[in-house]
């Protein structure tokens, strides 16, 4: 069959190369002028350093086949993802803190020196909101569990400035990715598998896509009329976008990057928040630490700005907040009603997912195409169920 796959990132290059490799003729295209898509890396001219252009990516998964997948193709090297927070401390003094909140970062903040069990006993009763028994929104949630003090320090700003609403109007569901930990382990992650591509992402994908039943076309924008030269597409741009945003636009949060360099070490770590709102930036990332292997005199750094996506925007983080959803179902249904086509990633299922569940997922919809075409069927529109 002749396949068309919309976009060159990770869902487009994992279903194009297992549909290759089954014996389809498959044509990838993407409207940048490069593969990879958010997860894009490049050398910077000026200083040779590694840069995730479109943010930091680092891979984590619990997944063995997934892991054992993009080994196959970049060699991943060991990486723990280790953010400290710039925000007030109780004497009203900036400080830097670990992140995620674990027991260096409350002995730290409240100047105690407590065991795991004394540190359990001082959050749950002595700080925690425990007339909060049902919390519904974000600021309820870390009011439950962390109390006023480790909330206002290392969530509400931050939370206000990434997406733009106060904590009290985002779901509890947020905040319940932050864990909270009574032992001094301040890796961010906490998945069995951890690492970084010795050449970065880029190159990881430029190998996905190197097959013979692969081509590859870039600065290629898509219009659905293009589909009708296939046997079947596989979309993962914006699902609002396939449809010419003719129900309205479903609402994004983008990001602005500040760049600038310094020479030497500028924090001495690779991701920096700041807590406080009065800050305009979510954080500093200084991007040869995510290559701790490398040795770089020159350093590139981004300051982050959050704001609402805008048309030509990027769009990086789906709100799905109520009016959303609504939006979004109605646009299901005109998916449902697509033939032809089946719709994948982020953009296409309009939700925030990780490098691996992206691939996973990819690799089920391509596995559960050549399982159609055996018995027959007709692919579904949606290879997972965004809502």
């Keep these: 069959m002749n396949i068309l796959c919309v976009g060159a990132g990770l869902s487009g290059a994992v279903i194009g190369r297992h549909l290759a490799g089954a014996g389809h003729q498959v044509t990838v295209i993407d409207s940048r002028d490069h593969i990879g898509g958010n997860c894009h890396t490049e050398r910077d001219a000026e200083t040779g350093v590694l840069v995730h252009v479109y943010g930091p990516h680092i891979f984590h998964t619990d997944d063995a086949e997934v892991w054992g997948y993009v080994n196959r193709f970049e060699n991943f090297l060991p990486y723990k993802n280790r953010v400290k927070s710039t ?82 109007e985002l779901p509890a569901s947020i905040l319940k990715r932050l864990p909270v930990r009574f032992n001094y382990d301040d890796n961010y992650f906490f998945h069995q598998f951890q690492g970084m591509p010795e050449n970065g992402y880029t190159a990881m994908i430029g190998k996905i896509l190197d097959h013979p039943g692969i081509s590859v076309k870039l600065d290629t924008e898509f219009t659905p009329e293009m589909g009708e030269g296939f046997d079947h597409v596989f979309y993962s741009g914006p699902l609002d976008g396939y449809f010419g945003y003719e129900l309205g636009r479903l609402g994004y949060r983008t990001l602005d990057f500040e760049r600038f360099t310094h020479q030497g070490d500028y924090q001495g770590c690779a991701v920096m928040n700041y807590g406080e709102e009065e800050v305009p930036y979510t954080r500093i990332t200084e991007h040869k630490h995510f290559a701790p292997w490398e040795s770089h005199e020159g350093s590139v750094l981004y300051r982050e700005f959050s704001r609402m996506a805008e048309p030509g925007d990027i769009p990086y983080y789906p709100i799905r907040q109520v009016k959303e959803k609504e939006l979004l179902a109605a646009y299901v249904k005109l998916a449902e009603e697509t033939r032809g086509v089946t719709f994948v990633g982020r953009l296409a299922t309009y939700r925030y997912l990780d490098m691996d569940v992206t691939i996973r997922e990819a690799l089920d919809a391509a596995r559960g195409f050549e399982a159609c075409l055996e018995r027959g069927e007709a692919a579904s529109a949606f290879s997972t169920a965004p809502l």
């Design 87 to 168: 925000t007030r401390g109780l004497s009203g003094g900036r400080e830097v803190f670990s992140l995620p909140v674990n027991l260096h970062t409350i002995n730290q903040f409240f100047r105690k020196t407590m065991r795991p069990e004394e540190a359990h006993e001082f959050i749950t009763r002595e700080q925690a909101d425990t007339s909060i028994t049902d919390p519904q929104t974000f600021e309820e949630q870390a009011m439950r569990f962390v109390g006023k003090d480790l909330y206002e320090a290392f969530f509400k700003g931050y939370t206000v400035k990434q997406w733009g609403m106060h904590p009290s």
